[in-house]
């Protein structure tokens, strides 16, 4: 069974600075995909970015990259530039790419504040 | 908008009541995931169809809890005789199968009394 951890319950970091959320996961797979998915409050979560496992540049969206570290099964989420609206809960996700299974494996996510 | 839809977004439901919640996904979407998140926690996955097949149930789904999908389109979610635990948002996501990159609908708040 594949687990995902979010060491970090919650963070802060003012607007304009960069703040980066960890995440390790364990699997003993190989194909596989990385998420991470934000809630902001009373709002539905949405896909910030993903990381497939065979490729081994980083994915970036924007402000949003990771570390996506294959060996050490690390995947951090780096916000640049932070803004309010990235006030929220960050969850990291994982799924096998295989045929069928697909169903995400969620970490207990991190709140993330950001202040003026 | 084309997006995941729940319906309702709030049930309120006295214990041992039986409730039922609606998942629209995105229309060409042949992948809808049902998962369940309580206060503080991240989503846990409960089933999942390809089409109108059930292809996987956690062991979370307990006899009380139904899903269906007839026609590959929208699922519903039963739970029979309700229990306190079973308080939590329940929330549907859709995606196509060759990508795995999965949206989620705003969720159905379910409060048993």
């Known amino acids: 069974a594949q687990t995902v951890t979010q060491s970090q319950p919650e963070m802060s970091v003012q607007e304009a600075e960069t703040v980066t959320l960890s995440c390790t996961y364990d699997t003993s797979e190989n194909n596989y995909y990385l998420f991470w998915y934000k809630q902001p409050p009373s709002r539905q979560m949405i896909l910030v970015i993903r990381?497939?496992?065979?490729?081994?540049q980083n994915a970036t969206e924007n402000r949003f990259s990771v570390n996506f570290q294959k060996a050490a099964k690390s995947f951090s989420l780096k916000i640049s530039d932070s803004q309010l609206g990235d006030t929220a809960m960050y969850f990291c996700a994982f799924s096998l790419n295989t045929g069928t299974a697909s169903k995400l494996t969620f970490g207990t996510g991190t709140r993330l504040q950001v202040t003026l | 908008d084309t997006g995941v839809s729940q319906d309702p977004r709030h049930k309120i439901t006295k214990r041992g009541q039986n409730v039922t919640f609606r998942c629209d996904p995105i229309?060409?979407?042949?992948?809808l995931y049902w998962y369940r998140q309580t206060l503080g926690q991240g989503p846990e996955f409960l089933t999942y169809?390809?089409?109108?097949?059930?292809?996987?149930k956690s062991r979370l789904l307990s006899d009380r809890f139904s899903a269906e999908r007839p026609k590959g389109s929208f699922s519903t979610l039963e739970i029979q005789r309700t229990e306190q635990g079973d308080s939590a948002m329940y929330l549907c996501a859709s995606s196509l199968v060759v990508d795995n990159e999965q949206f989620f609908g705003p969720g159905t708040r379910l409060t048993v009394l």
């Open positions: 169809f390809q089409n109108e097949a059930q292809l996987e």
């Open positions: 229309s060409e979407h042949n992948r």
């Open positions: 990381q497939e496992a065979y490729k081994q």
